[in-house]
């Protein structure tokens, strides 16, 4: 997978999160500012939560980092939407920071509790998507000969089996209102789930999914297994960058798969099932690649399955 380790370390600001009491997160800035460390040492997310959870099905350790919402600990008869993204390294901070940026002068999303699902613990990040993301064994042609590819279903248990109840067990969450989120090979497992067990979640932001994977295997499977639902029940957005196409000149990622066009493919074929609870918005994203979109994309995201009420 041609993913930028730039982009997947880009939340250099999540060296370390600090595990602070759940009633307090994010309630007084000024604290803390206060309780920051100094003299050198990694900077923290504070207010912020890391917990260890094992996958029984396979005993490989999994992080988790939690955020909470400004108003959780004041407003405590309050229950709230969850957001679930992927690639937790980049994408928990970046949408922790959008769902606050977001309503600064008037709200615009409604807040959620994030839960950032991040990779095994102690593993490279690469080898933790590769195996965790992907629906089949057959790997990307630039994956090291002995990368393990296609363990998708099995995360996905993982996650309705053991994150979630974990996640409504501890936090004052609705279990009605989960919203994937997830960029490249996670809008992959987005799509994936959406068309295997679509009421895992009531919402999904499919980032640039890579359907271009292991020659375009989910699209092809797509009718198949959307034949079998009788109804998708969420609200759905998928973006994909304008210069994720495959156009001569102006092309600065995966130069030999279109993108846009797998995109514009899986939507035209959600909107052709006439799904009545389907909630569909697919958008290309001007002057933006695969490494730039996220943010954009993820912003849309969030505006499309949480406006503010």
Known sequence: MRFSKVLLAGAVMLAACSAAPSTQAGSNPAANVANQRGEGQPYE????????????????????????????????????????????????????????????????VEEFILVGLSYEKGQDSMVSRRRDYTPTPNGASDAPKDARHGESLRYRDYLRDTVMPFVEARFRAEPSRRVYVGHSYGGLLGAQILMTDPKMFSGYVLGSPSFWFDKQYL????????????????????????????????????????MVADNRAFAELLRSKGYPGLKLQSDVLMDEDHMSVAPRGFTKGLLHTLPAR
Do not use: C, H, W
């Open 45 to 108: 997310i504070l207010g912020t939560q890391v917990f260890d959870l094992p996958d029984p099905a396979s005993d490989i350790v999994y992080q988790v980092f939690i955020n909470l919402p400004p108003s959780y600990g004041t407003d405590t008869a309050r229950t709230y939407p969850v957001v679930y993204v992927t690639d937790a390294d980049y994408g928990f901070p970046m949408l922790r920071l959008i769902g606050r940026r977001m309503n600064n002068a008037t709200p615009k």
């Open 219 to 258: 699209l092809k499977q797509a009718p198949q297994l959307l034949d079998r639902l009788g109804r998708i029940d969420a609200d759905v957005y998928m973006y994909v960058g304008e210069y994720e196409a495959l156009r001569v000149g102006d092309r600065r990622y995966m130069q030999e798969v279109d």
